[in-house]
């Protein structure tokens, strides 16, 4: 086969429509639902970990990461499989294959009733969903990091020589599907989460969120099987990574053979390789080395940027998404970047960019860059004031030495409580407004009796209910954490002489005997029904509710059925609702998204100018090494840093990014531009030995300040 594609005219002509190649189209479609299924899944990622498969904030980060980190690696494997193997064609396709093969395997471990053999909505063999994950996860990463360098290239491959024009607006439209998957699937895959589904109990359905996305990687592979006859495809003519590689080991290995004092000196390192390989290639690799030296300080940017999937989407579970017209998950507020990136991007280079040339500041790409970082800190700054303020607003909740109490009075009159020192009276049917805390027993007292000392669960919140018919205070457990993906949680306590039983929706609150209380049951946002039944009798009740609260709903002795029943019912607020609201976290996202258009366009461009002709793969493959870095940092941090607080953390991040941008700042001043394009024509046209000498004076020459910087961005070639 592979020989039988060799043999054909690479250029062949195919079908066109309005001048493009109909095999365009397939390419196009594919990486639309390609992206869609990638950033659909990543979307949902951190809340799977956290509310699935019950990993911690720092644990659920950390394999965020690790799993993002692994997705920008392995692209460099899948362009040498690509140009030394198989060609682009069939690395995609069987990649791909791979990549389907993860989507549903992380589809399938996202199913709790597989191992839920009680059907009590909980799995009972964690183990196999993790497993699963981990494997799905793999499976993905070595799938979407392999095709990523093969896909974008393969549809340049579709144009002729003549069609220069038609190419320039292929890698337009296709930004524009990358962009299009992404934002869609941002949209609509944490609204799949939130439904609820299962074959025996309704849990929320992550299988769901992953399995749309499995099913469009199929979609994307079939669709892009089904253009395999109209496709250009040229084969495998070795990668220029691995000569890159071999020619830095070569001069590497040479050079420590030749270390004792004896053998003269070089101008380079790199001109020990003179011996095996030629100076052209020599020269381009000293200029790849040259750009890829100031990549050193770039990951750092990445470690924060990644961020938005993981700390960020965390901290919105902690806010209010009510925006009014239409409540906003915590993972939705990540279709913020993409909406700012299709409005910014335009304003930024046909207006911001512009105004600065005409007031005579010489911008140049490795400056731009530099801001891009700093917006990126200011961005953490911002999400810090925000955590800070969201901490003001969370509950104190006990540590491992500390126990919290609180007390409602069942009795038809005001009761005067003393629990150790703290004196308050309550009022019939009320419960003290915030928890009390004690690291010890304490002596509790109503009116003028004593009940002794009484003492707590260490690391748990109580309540005891104190009423007429009970000799002594009846404790329960409440909750000791805010409900989880910003549902409340809510139960009753049953003072009526009978037993109750209350239904909201399809959850049932059956057999709360006098003087007990209920479960809890986790209710979304909205205003809940609750109706409470009693033999043939029946009284509905309505709660608004808000984001992460908890209530105990107070059914008193005095309740009856009938006209007005609900006015009788008392809620008691134990956690109150998150009152921060999501619309906080847009200004981060904004300095953000400023920052990425600013850093990471100008760098792909200032990337694209100084590389050799035939190595810019290898610079795109040195800043996806950047991305993975930068996610490696992150995982490094959330393991290793001990910080108490939250904001803490990201005010850490904002000083690291900080430091390395003035280390940046300081590197770009010093770095030479080069026009690759001189450097390489005069090895054309020189005999061996003057073009050694010709690679330092054509440096020299370009050695200037700032300014003419401004002239060569003029020349670059857009991405």
Same mark, same amino acid.
């Given at each position: 086969?592979?020989?039988?594609?060799?043999?054909?005219?690479?250029?062949?002509?195919?079908?066109?429509?309005?001048?493009?190649?109909?095999?365009?189209?397939?390419?196009?479609?594919?990486?639309?639902?390609? %992206?869609?299924?990638?950033?659909?899944?990543?979307?949902?990622?951190?809340?799977?970990?956290? *509310?699935?498969?019950?990993?911690?904030?720092?644990?659920?980060?950390?394999?965020?990461?690790?799993?993002?980190?692994?997705?920008?690696?392995?692209?460099?494997?899948?362009?040498?499989?690509?140009?030394?193997?198989?060609?682009?064609?069939?690395?995609?396709?069987?990649?791909?294959?791979?990549?389907?093969?993860?989507?549903?395997?992380?589809?399938?471990?996202?199913?709790?009733?597989?191992?839920?053999?009680?059907?009590?909505?909980?799995?009972?063999?964690?183990?196999?969903?993790?497993?699963?994950?981990?494997?799905?996860?793999?499976?993905?990463?070595?799938?979407?990091?392999?095709?990523?360098?093969?896909?974008?290239?393969?549809?340049?491959?579709?144009?002729?020589?003549?069609?220069?024009?038609?190419?320039?607006?292929?890698?337009?439209?296709?930004?524009?599907?990358?962009?299009?998957?992404?934002?869609?699937?941002?949209?609509?895959?944490?609204?799949?989460?939130?439904?609820?589904?299962?074959?025996?109990?309704?849990?929320?359905?992550?299988?769901?969120?992953?399995?749309?996305?499995?099913?469009? +990687?199929?979609?994307?592979?079939?669709?892009?099987?089904?253009?395999?006859?109209? *496709?250009?495809?040229?084969?495998?003519?070795?990668?220029? +990574?691995?000569?890159?590689?071999?020619? #830095?080991?070569?001069?590497?290995?040479?050079?420590? @053979?030749? @270390?004792? &004092?004896?053998?003269?000196? %070089?101008?380079?390192?790199?001109?020990?390789?003179?011996?095996?390989? =030629?100076?052209?290639?020599?020269?381009?690799?000293?200029?790849?080395?040259?750009?890829?030296?100031?990549?050193?300080?770039?990951?750092?940017?990445?470690?924060?940027?990644?961020?938005?999937?993981?700390?960020?989407?965390?901290?919105?579970?902690?806010?209010?998404?009510?925006?009014?017209?239409?409540?906003?998950?915590?993972?939705?507020?990540?279709?913020?970047?993409? #909406?700012?990136?299709?409005?910014?991007?335009?304003?930024?280079?046909?207006?911001?960019?512009?105004?600065?040339?005409?007031?005579?500041?010489?911008?140049?790409?490795?400056?731009?860059?530099?801001?891009?970082?700093?917006?990126?800190?200011?961005?953490?700054?911002?999400?810090?004031?925000?955590?800070?303020?969201?901490?003001?607003?969370?509950?104190?909740?006990?540590?491992?030495?500390?126990?919290?109490?609180?007390?409602?009075?069942?009795?038809? @009159?005001?009761?005067?409580?003393?629990?150790?020192?703290?004196?308050?009276?309550?009022?019939?049917?009320?419960?003290?407004?915030? *928890?009390?805390?004690?690291?010890?027993?304490?002596?509790?007292?109503?009116?003028?009796?004593?009940?002794?000392? #009484?003492?707590?669960?260490?690391?748990?919140?109580?309540?005891?209910?104190?009423?007429?018919?009970?000799?002594?205070?009846?404790?329960?457990?409440?909750?000791?954490?805010?409900?989880?993906?910003?549902?409340?949680?809510?139960?009753?306590?049953?003072?009526?002489?009978?037993?109750?039983?209350?239904?909201?929706?399809?959850?049932?609150?059956?057999?709360?005997?006098?003087?007990?209380?209920?479960?809890?049951?986790?209710?979304?946002?909205?205003?809940?029904?609750?109706?409470?039944?009693?033999?043939?009798?029946?009284?509905?009740?309505?709660?608004?509710?808000?984001?992460?609260?908890?209530?105990?709903? #107070?059914?008193?002795?005095?309740? &009856?059925?009938?006209?007005?029943?609900?006015?009788?019912?008392?809620?008691?607020? =134990?956690?109150?609702?998150?009152?921060?609201? +999501?619309?906080?976290?847009?200004?981060?996202?904004?300095?953000?998204?400023?920052?990425?258009?600013?850093?990471?366009?100008?760098?792909?461009?200032?990337?694209?100018?100084?590389?050799?002709?035939?190595?810019?793969?290898?610079?795109?493959?040195?800043?996806?090494?950047?991305?993975?870095?930068?996610?490696?940092?992150?995982?490094?941090? &959330?393991?290793? $840093?001990?910080?108490?607080?939250?904001? !803490?953390?990201?005010?850490?991040?904002?000083?690291?990014?900080?430091?390395?941008?003035?280390?940046?700042?300081?590197?770009?001043?010093?770095?030479?531009?080069?026009?690759? !394009?001189?450097?390489? $024509?005069?090895?054309?046209?020189?005999?061996?030995?003057?073009?050694?000498?010709?690679?330092?004076?054509?440096?020299?020459?370009?050695?200037?300040?700032?300014?003419?910087?401004?002239?060569?961005?003029?020349?670059?070639?857009?991405?």
């Amino acid at each position: 086969m592979a020989g039988k594609e060799e043999g054909k005219d690479p250029r062949k002509k195919s079908a066109t429509v309005c001048g493009f190649p109909i095999s365009i189209f397939f390419i196009v479609v594919n990486e639309f639902c390609e %992206r869609f299924s990638y950033y659909g899944m990543r979307a949902v990622l951190v809340l799977y970990f956290k *509310y699935f498969l019950r990993w911690d904030d720092d644990f659920a980060t950390t394999i965020y990461h690790t799993f993002v980190a692994l997705c920008y690696l392995t692209p460099i494997l899948g362009a040498i499989v690509a140009d030394s193997w198989l060609g682009k064609f069939k690395t995609i396709v069987y990649l791909s294959i791979v990549y389907t093969l993860g989507q549903v395997v992380l589809a399938v471990s996202a199913i709790h009733d597989i191992t839920d053999a009680n059907r009590d909505g909980t799995p009972d063999n964690m183990t196999v969903h993790v497993a699963l994950s981990m494997v799905g996860l793999m499976l993905i990463a070595l799938g979407t990091g392999g095709i990523k360098p093969c896909v974008a290239a393969f549809g340049g491959d579709q144009f002729q020589d003549h069609q220069e024009k038609q190419r320039s607006t292929f890698f337009s439209i296709f930004y524009l599907s990358i962009n299009a998957g992404s934002l869609l699937s941002t949209i609509i895959t944490p609204i799949l989460r939130a439904q609820e589904c299962g074959i025996y109990t309704q849990q929320k359905c992550y299988s769901l969120a992953f399995g749309v996305p499995a099913a469009l +990687m199929v979609v994307a592979l079939i669709v892009f099987i089904v253009g395999s006859g109209m *496709y250009i495809k040229t084969p495998p003519q070795g990668n220029i +990574m691995v000569k890159v590689c071999t020619c #830095i080991g070569f001069a590497i290995k040479n050079r420590f @053979r030749h @270390r004792a &004092a004896e053998f003269p000196t %070089r101008s380079h390192w790199m001109d020990w390789s003179e011996e095996k390989y =030629d100076k052209l290639l020599i020269a381009q690799v000293k200029m790849v080395l040259k750009v890829l030296f100031l990549y050193i300080p770039l990951p750092m940017f990445w470690a924060l940027f990644d961020q938005q999937g993981s700390r960020w989407t965390l901290q919105a579970t902690t806010m209010d998404g009510n925006f009014g017209f239409l409540i906003i998950q915590p993972d939705q507020m990540q279709t913020v970047n993409p #909406i700012l990136i299709l409005v910014l991007v335009p304003i930024v280079e046909s207006a911001i960019y512009p105004l600065i040339s005409k007031c005579k500041i010489n911008f140049t790409p490795l400056r731009k860059m530099t801001v891009g970082m700093l917006f990126a800190a200011l961005a953490f700054i911002a999400a810090a004031l925000v955590q800070i303020q969201i901490d003001e607003t969370l509950p104190k909740f006990p540590s491992s030495t500390e126990g919290q109490v609180k007390f409602i009075n069942m009795n038809n @009159r005001s009761v005067d409580v003393t629990a150790g020192n703290n004196a308050f009276t309550l009022g019939n049917f009320t419960a003290n407004e915030e *928890y009390l805390t004690f690291d010890q027993p304490f002596v509790l007292t109503v009116e003028l009796a004593s009940f002794g000392e #009484i003492t707590l669960v260490n690391g748990y919140r109580s309540t005891m209910v104190i009423g007429p018919d009970v000799p002594n205070p009846i404790s329960f457990i409440d909750i000791k954490e805010k409900p989880e993906q910003g549902a409340n949680a809510i139960r009753f306590f049953n003072g009526f002489g009978s037993v109750l039983n209350v239904t909201v929706g399809s959850l049932n609150l059956t057999d709360i005997v006098a003087n007990n209380m209920s479960d809890y049951v986790a209710l979304q946002q909205g205003s809940a029904r609750f109706r409470i039944q009693s033999s043939a009798e029946e009284c509905v009740y309505s709660q608004n509710l808000g984001f992460g609260s908890s209530y105990t709903l #107070i059914i008193p002795p005095t309740f &009856a059925f009938g006209p007005n029943c609900e006015q009788s019912i008392r809620p008691v607020v =134990d956690i109150r609702p998150n009152t921060i609201h +999501m619309a906080w976290q847009i200004p981060q996202y904004f300095l953000i998204t400023v920052g990425e258009v600013v850093f990471s366009v100008t760098g792909l461009e200032f990337s694209y100018s100084q590389a050799p002709s035939n190595m810019k793969s290898v610079l795109q493959a040195g800043w996806l090494l950047t991305v993975a870095v930068g996610n490696i940092i992150v995982l490094i941090v &959330a393991e290793a $840093a001990t910080l108490p607080d939250q904001w !803490a953390e990201y005010i850490l991040f904002a000083s690291l990014l900080l430091l390395v941008c003035f280390i940046f700042a300081f590197m770009a001043h010093y770095y030479t531009y080069m026009d690759p !394009a001189k450097i390489e $024509a005069q090895f054309a046209h020189k005999d061996p030995e003057e073009k050694k000498r010709s690679v330092e004076h054509c440096k020299e020459d370009r050695r200037s300040s700032d300014s003419s910087a401004n002239e060569e961005e003029t020349r670059q070639t857009r991405i």
